[in-house]
């Protein structure tokens, strides 16, 4: 009887499950570093986890924004970027268990993540699709080739019996994946950092901003209270919160820019960048706030603008007597919109801005420019990266977050909020300072009113205010005694309303109630 052939040893061997986990987790950061390194380096490229991350948002269910702005913040983007990196390593090593026995099927479903990230990058209205092509390429051709290799590494000194390695084959097998995951890790920083960088050079490339031809007033003196703890009254750019849909900051080429008024207009035309900033610059204090801010939260800020009169664009333009409706659009497809007698109207003046608080604007919020309108939450009007202003009607199109559930008209709402002393704080007993801010944009706050315990209002100090688009400090001198207490803030607009003490979520429309702490008096 003829004996049958003995396998070849490399086929009978099978690495261990860890093994191929650890190996398909290593083609994995492969992937990903290569990706992020070319994404950095190749101009129009698009950033697989970024184009993925981005997707997630547009197919976000209503809700889901709130939600995760309860809980991280303004930290949601990163904590997001590292979700959909940790998911594609998760991935990457059920690949690695798979490739165990169906190593073609594994190299397939590297193919397929990569057919993924490139539709998701075709999303990016900035990306170009030969770029983005060639990046995904080069992340599934590499994954593949890792893999391939590492697991070749696992077999060539196991024994066919037990498929094990030697103790130096294992150390050679670890060395090797570990060295590919940290050199991974350095590629994704550093393409990651290119990414950011070429958003921060182009504002860099525009210098200072011409001056305007309306300078507005410096703040008077009387306009700062001296309170330790209370929110500064312009705030720094580096501190303004930001809030919105891009995972990355967009990188428009001021080469190829445009600012365009189209729609419902009888005379749509298009500027350069610096056809804008040749016009007629005007300087404003204006008070933004995000509608997903909760009472006594910090998503809002203060700052001097520096733009285009927006009335000045729609009278260039000429705005049909139909259209009630105004869209800006973003260079990445975001929109919001609002209505157009509220930018006609004679109080106030909504800008198309260009600098915040003396600087070119920033990358983070809006550059090359953005619009600020006063008394409007961000989310139905300050677009940032601003590319387009749409003229149609309120009937005609829902902007971004009308779908997912938020209003589509958004007016700030009368707030305060309690800066000093902070909630659970322990004071001690005498004269204690409770200051904070308060803001009504384009009512102004004509009084701020504060109570202790159950006891009965008591109006408070006001600075000076610099107009009524702007917020203001106020401080009351609670002569505090020992023991715990509740504290409430209220404000009071320049129409005579006071502040709502029911109490809503933030959606629809924006967050309702009186800003509420705890203190502690010994």
């Not at 037990?162 to 590919?180: K, L, N």
């Not at 504060?450 to 001198?477: C, K, M, N, Y």
Request: proline letters at 7%; charged letters at 20%.
């Amino acid at each position: 009887m003829t004996e049958p052939m003995n396998p070849d040893p490399q086929q009978r061997a099978r690495p261990r499950r860890r093994t191929a986990v650890l190996a398909g987790v290593a083609a994995g950061a492969a992937a990903l570093g290569t990706a992020e390194l070319l994404a950095g380096i190749l101009p129009g490229a698009s950033s697989p986890i970024i184009a993925i991350g981005d997707t997630v948002i547009a197919l976000q269910p209503p809700g889901a924004k709130q939600f995760v702005v309860e809980l991280f913040g303004e930290a949601d983007k990163l904590l997001l970027t590292l979700f959909i990196a940790a998911v594609a390593l998760v991935a990457a090593g059920a690949l690695g268990l798979l490739a165990r026995d169906r190593p073609g099927l594994a190299r397939i479903g590297f193919a397929a993540f990569g057919l993924l990230a490139l539709a998701a990058s075709f999303r990016d209205p900035l990306s170009e699709p030969l770029t983005s092509f060639l990046v995904a390429a080069a992340a599934v051709g590499v994954s593949i080739a890792v893999l391939s290799w590492l697991m070749r590494l696992t077999v060539e000194r196991a024994t066919p019996a037990v498929a094990e390695m030697p103790a130096w084959g294992r150390r050679r097998f670890i060395g090797s994946s570990i060295a590919v995951i940290g050199l991974a890790a350095g590629s994704g920083i550093l393409g990651r950092t290119l990414l950011e960088r070429g958003r921060l050079n182009a504002v860099a490339q525009v210098g200072e901003v011409p001056d305007p031809v309306v300078s507005a007033s410096p703040p008077p003196t009387e306009a700062v209270l001296d309170i330790p703890g209370v929110s500064e009254l312009v705030t720094p750019n580096t501190e303004f919160y930001r809030i919105d849909t891009a995972l990355i900051v967009p990188r428009p080429n001021l080469d190829t820019w445009r600012l365009s008024v189209t729609g419902m207009v009888d005379r749509p035309f298009e500027l350069t960048y610096d056809e804008l900033t040749a016009m007629p610059l005007h300087d404003q204090y204006v008070t933004i706030a995000c509608v997903s801010n909760e009472v006594g939260g910090n998503l809002v800020g203060n700052a001097l603008w520096r733009g285009v009169r927006l009335k000045e664009l729609l009278e260039r333009a000429g705005v049909q007597p139909s259209a009630t409706q105004i869209v800006g659009r973003a260079v990445d497809g975001f929109t919001a919109g609002f209505p157009t007698v509220w930018a006609l109207a004679d109080e106030r003046e909504a800008l198309v801005a260009v600098a915040m608080n003396g600087e070119p604007l920033p990358a983070d919020h809006g550059f090359p420019a953005r619009l600020i309108v006063p008394g409007l939450f961000g989310y139905v009007s300050a677009t940032k990266w601003l590319a387009e202003i749409e003229l149609t009607t309120l009937e005609g199109f829902d902007a971004y977050w009308v779908p997912l559930g938020w209003s589509k008209e958004g007016p700030i709402l009368t707030q305060a909020r309690m800066d000093v002393p902070r909630d659970g704080a322990r004071v001690d007993a005498g004269t204690v300072a409770v200051a904070g801010v308060a803001w009504a944009p384009d009512r102004g706050i004509s009084g701020v009113e504060v109570q202790v315990d159950e006891e009965g209002w008591v109006a408070a100090e006001l600075s000076a205010p610099i107009s009524d688009a702007t917020w203001v400090q106020f401080v009351h001198r609670w002569d505090a005694s020992p023991g715990d207490h509740l504290l409430r803030v209220r404000a009071i607009d320049g129409d005579g309303e006071v502040q709502t003490d029911e109490r809503t979520r933030p959606a629809p429309d924006g967050a309702r109630g009186h800003h509420t702490i705890r203190v502690s008096v010994s």
